[in-house]
């Protein structure tokens, strides 16, 4: 049986363009879901996925209807086939129960897994890069800046402000806060000058 599955966004969107699709392509039964592509829990589509059997064909109005991402895409069809499950899409024109639709998404699985590697080769070659200029990969440190550093240990050391509030205003956590005080060189320091200054 061809299954159907139908998404929108939001709820300002209409599935009508994609019902009347579906139903003239002969869905035997159509799922509905309002729902972001972003979004990794959708529902109605793992709904759809756990209702699908062996001989079954999910079929889709458009590729971006199933998939957040390329990969994502790649994975369910993939998962789809392993089931006996087959996949359409209508606008593309995508069948992979056709063996030209099996080539095009091998292409897909192809060019995702190239996109993977340029993106590990171009990482490891600014990390590369980096360490020849002698700066160091990783993030950046949120008390980086000596200035803000030093205002976080003066609000700390004054005693008037408490962590919530140093916190909040910095844009930093608890444990950046506690760490920065705790790395302070010789943390007796800063309390002796204060002590003196008074």
Known sequence: MDVGYARVSTGEQTLALQLDALAKAGC??????????????????????????AGDTLVVWRLDRLGRSLGHLIATVAELAERGIGFRSLTEQIDTTTSGGKLVFHVFGALAEF??????????????AA????????????????KKLALARALHDG???????????????????????????GAGGATATKDGAG
């Open 28 to 53: 035997g039964r159509v799922f509905e879901e309002t729902a972001s592509g972003a979004k990794a829990d959708r529902p109605v589509l793992a709904e759809v996925l756990a209702y699908l059997r």
């Open 115 to 128: 996109e993977r590697d340029l993106v590990k080769e171009r990482t490891h070659a600014g990390l590369a």
């Open 131 to 146: 360490r020849a200029r002698g700066r160091l990969g990783g993030r950046p440190k949120k008390l980086g800046d000596p």
């Open 159 to 185: 005693g008037r402000t408490d962590i919530a509030t140093i916190c909040a205003t910095l844009g930093i956590s608890r444990a950046t806060l506690y760490r920065a005080l705790k790395e302070r060189p």
